[in-house]
């Protein structure tokens, strides 16, 4: 079946304008994560949505960055004024429900270039 | 501040040999740890996890050793493989409800040599 998609996979941006990246999670996944990845670290978490429960936005690294899912399904992270330092890999996950024993699946990214 | 730590960067192995990738982390909450697998221009794949309750979990040509004391774990692939050949991630959960999100080490690129 589908995994979970991501577009664009690549977007070059300038200083100062936002950016909206999309995910499509897998059918039927109610829990949906994003996760970024800069040059030289691990991958970080951002925000992690389950199903109508108020999103855990713990992880984002300014009020620069929101996101929301729509219908339980589409997700949009928006990045706005971006800045050189967000230049990054965006992941996105989605998995079955609210529990480890949950696999997560991960769309291939977005890479996000900002000059 | 990196809770979960993966010192090298990079390794090369032989193919055929065995392969030890190396993880430690620092924060005393996690019980759950993952390895994931990541081929360039893809998202990481789940491999496989342990919890900490256990100290080794095996599948297959995989095996994740747990040092709880230690705050140290390892994946063994035996043997390597071509294939095997991508960057790995160690990831931890920290024990409760609600805490999925996975916090992950910064990778080590596996290449084995033919």
């Known amino acids: 079946g589908a995994g979970v998609s991501q577009s664009p996979s690549n977007k070059v941006t300038e200083k100062g304008k936002d950016v909206e990246l999309r995910c499509d999670p897998i059918?039927?996944?109610?829990?949906l994560y994003w996760y970024r990845q800069s040059l030289g670290q691990g991958l970080e978490f951002l925000i992690y949505?389950?199903?109508?429960?108020?999103?855990?936005k713990s992880g984002l690294p300014s009020d620069r960055f929101s996101a929301e899912r729509t219908g339980g399904s589409v997700s949009t992270l928006t990045i706005q004024r971006t800045q050189q330092e967000d230049s990054a890999v965006y992941l996105c996950?989605?998995?079955?429900?609210?529990?480890?024993?949950?696999?997560?699946?991960f769309g291939p990214g977005t890479r996000l270039t900002v000059t | 501040d990196q809770q979960v730590k993966q010192n090298s960067p990079s390794l090369s192995v032989q193919e055929g040999r065995i392969s030890i990738l190396n993880c430690d982390y620092t924060?005393?909450?996690?019980?759950?740890f993952l390895w994931y697998k990541k081929y360039p221009a893809e998202g990481p794949t789940f491999l496989i996890s342990?919890?900490?309750?256990?100290d080794k979990n095996e599948d297959g040509r995989f095996t994740v050793f747990l040092n709880k004391s230690a705050k140290h774990l390892s994946l063994h692939i035996v043997p390597s493989q071509p294939g095997d050949s991508a960057v790995y991630f160690c990831?931890?959960?920290?024990?409760?409800?609600?805490?999925?999100?996975?916090?992950f080490g910064t990778g080590t690129r596996l290449t084995i040599i033919p």
């Open positions: 996950a989605s998995s079955l429900g609210r529990d480890r024993v949950y696999e997560q699946y």
């Open positions: 059918s039927g996944h109610t829990a």
């Open positions: 949505f389950q199903g109508n429960s108020a999103p855990d």
């Open positions: 924060n005393s909450m996690f019980d759950y």
């Open positions: 342990i919890s900490s309750i256990k």
């Open positions: 990831a931890a959960q920290p024990l409760g409800f609600g805490n999925e999100k996975l916090t």
